[in-house]
């Protein structure tokens, strides 16, 4: 299954990127969708999450500013607002999914990267 993120960007301060996180081709329902930031030097932190359910739930750095919603069974996209230069990273999606044995899959993207700078 191969996962691919879109659309970061440069962007200034105070403007707004949508990425995107997909599974093309794939029937595959993932029942979790996360986006991690990392940057050098540190590690890859979680932002935001969104289940098959619909339920989010997010890290209180992004909370009022990040919004993750899904379209579909494979496809999730994080609205990000007020954006300032301590965003800067490149985003990476992870997809999780379920087999009827209980046992979870994870599948990375390759990242995208979101830059915030005047």
């Known amino acids: 299954v191969q996962i691919v993120e879109s659309g970061g960007g440069l962007v200034q301060p105070g403007g707004s990127l949508r990425p995107s996180c997909a599974a093309p081709g794939s029937i595959i329902s993932f029942y979790f969708m996360g986006w991690y930031p990392h940057t050098p030097g540190k590690e890859r932190e979680l932002v935001g999450t969104i289940t098959s359910a619909g339920y989010t739930d997010y890290a209180d750095s992004v909370k009022s500013r990040f919004t993750i919603s899904r379209d579909n069974a494979n496809t999730a996209y994080l609205q990000m607002n007020s954006l300032t230069p301590e965003d800067t990273a490149v985003y990476y999606c992870?997809?999780?999914?379920?087999?009827?044995?209980?046992?979870?899959?994870?599948?990375w993207g390759q990242g995208t990267q979101v830059t915030v700078s005047s």
């Open positions: 992870k997809a999780r999914r379920r087999n009827t044995l209980g046992i979870s899959y994870d599948y």
